[in-house]
């Protein structure tokens, strides 16, 4: 079994390819702040492992993508003393033997770099890849598998959080689509600013991107929040909440 990791600014995602059914099990997500500590990590792993009846042994390789340099420690720690191996992290190093190209490596993130390399894999053409993670995030990768550029916004729950965060009276509200574009109180006004809004943003940024290229691409979501936004779905050729899991592994056997 592969075992990629994708260490975001909210959650460390584990996610194991099985060779046998050559798919994607069930994943992982921990709480990237909580796993600072080393002990909530490690317990975290040692039950998923007992739950999902995977042994150490199963595990081949593991590949990470971290965006947070400060977990790398303990991640490569927990792979160290539960799996028994190195754990081969992502770096800009890594980038060389990939057919997908970046002008700046060394501030490409290597989960968008992931999403770029698990998309041009999987349709050879123009591609945006929306990652609705903490950041929300835009990649443009043409059918060189040139990555043309990226465009960073605050992700919806980040969003939602600095209002509760700057204001003295709103409150943190679930992301939920109000039936109304229009709010009535002030939950549904917060609901409804920022998922109609973001929705707009979307549909305005792939516009703007598709029309300043002058040409059409295929645009694949992913991100722990990528079907909140359910008002958004035609515009979205697929939903792959395993993208950037599938990247890992891609560049992880490349660089073997
Ligand atoms: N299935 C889900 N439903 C609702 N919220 C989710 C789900 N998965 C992740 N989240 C939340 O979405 C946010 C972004 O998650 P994620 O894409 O994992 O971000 P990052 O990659 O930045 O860690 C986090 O606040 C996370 O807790
Ligand atoms: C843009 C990001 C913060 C996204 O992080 P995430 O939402 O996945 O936690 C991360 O990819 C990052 O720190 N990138 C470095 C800057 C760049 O890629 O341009
Ligand atoms: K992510």
């Known amino acids: 079994m592969f075992l990629s990791i994708d260490a975001g600014n909210s959650n460390i995602v584990f996610g194991f390819f099985s060779d046998e059914q ?14 600072l500590e080393f002990s909530y990590l490690q317990k975290n792993m040692n039950l998923f492992f007992l739950e999902s009846h995977i042994s ?5 390789i593991v590949g990470i993508s971290s965006v947070v340099p400060e977990i790398n420690e303990n991640l490569k720690k927990v792979v160290r003393t539960f799996l028994h191996q190195e754990a081969y992290f992502i770096t800009e190093r890594s980038y060389s033997p990939l057919k997908v190209n970046t002008k ?3 501030e490409m993130g290597a989960d968008l770099m992931a999403n770029a390399v698990a998309a041009y894999d999987q349709y050879g053409a123009d591609c945006i890849v929306v990652d609705f993670g903490t950041a929300l995030t835009f990649t443009v990768i043409d059918s060189n598998g040139e ?21 003295s ?27 109609y809004g973001y929705a707009g ?26 079907k909140i936004l359910t008002n958004l779905e ?6 792959d909440k395993n993208l950037t899991l ?4 891609l560049i992880t056997e490349k660089n073997l």
């Open 104 to 106: 700046k490596p060394a």
């Open 147 to 167: 990555i043309l550029g990226v465009n960073i916004v605050p992700g919806l729950k980040t969003a939602i959080k600095s209002l509760f965060t700057n204001t």
């Open 234 to 239: 035609g515009e979205f050729d697929k939903i």
């Open 246 to 249: 599938k990247g890992i592994k």
């Open 56 to 60: 150490p042994s199963d595990i081949s």
């Open 201 to 226: 943003l979307v549909r305005g940024m792939l516009e703007a991107i598709k029309n300043e290229l002058a040409r059409d691409f295929h645009v694949i979501a992913t991100g722990g929040l990528s």
């Open 169 to 195: 009276k709103l409150p943190e509200v679930q992301l939920e689509l109000p039936v109304s574009a229009i709010g009535k109180d002030t939950i549904h006004s917060i609901q409804a600013g920022i998922l």
């Open 22 to 35: 050559q798919r994607w099990e069930p994943v992982l997500r921990v709480d990237t702040q909580r796993s």
